[in-house]
């Protein structure tokens, strides 16, 4: 079992930026794919950004150049560092956690971003 917790949501204004933590607990930390995700209302939820215990990362093209996901494997810690916000990128953002056949989703961080 992983449990996980999302902060650093907010308001922030286009041309803003965020950055978002997961902090994962319950299981071995540096073994699991972490990702985020994000659910636009009225849409449904989309990848944003993974990275691999390795540090591998992956991107949605729609934030390629913008977002930057890491990970420290010490603090059991991956962050989403977001600029150049647009209005677009409103939704409220999950952190997952997958590890073969396992996944565990986080609850949430609003993240809003007025034009």
């Known amino acids: 079992q992983v449990q996980l917790v999302e902060s650093g949501g907010g308001l922030v204004q286009a041309g803003g930026s965020l950055r978002l933590s997961c902090a994962a607990s319950?299981?071995?930390?540096?073994?699991?794919?972490m990702g985020w995700y994000r659910q636009a209302p009225g849409k449904q939820r989309e990848l944003v950004a993974t990275?691999?215990?390795?540090?591998?990362?992956n991107y949605a093209d729609s934030v390629k150049g913008r977002f930057t996901v890491s990970r420290d494997n010490a603090k059991t810690t991956v962050y989403l560092q977001m600029n150049s916000l647009r209005p677009e990128d409103t939704a409220v953002y999950y952190c997952?956690?997958?590890?073969?056949?396992?996944?565990?989703w986080g609850q949430g961080t609003q993240v809003t971003v007025s034009s």
């Open positions: 997952n956690a997958r590890r073969f056949v396992s996944a565990f």
């Open positions: 319950g299981s071995i930390f540096s073994s699991y794919v």
């Open positions: 990275i691999t215990s390795g540090g591998s990362t």
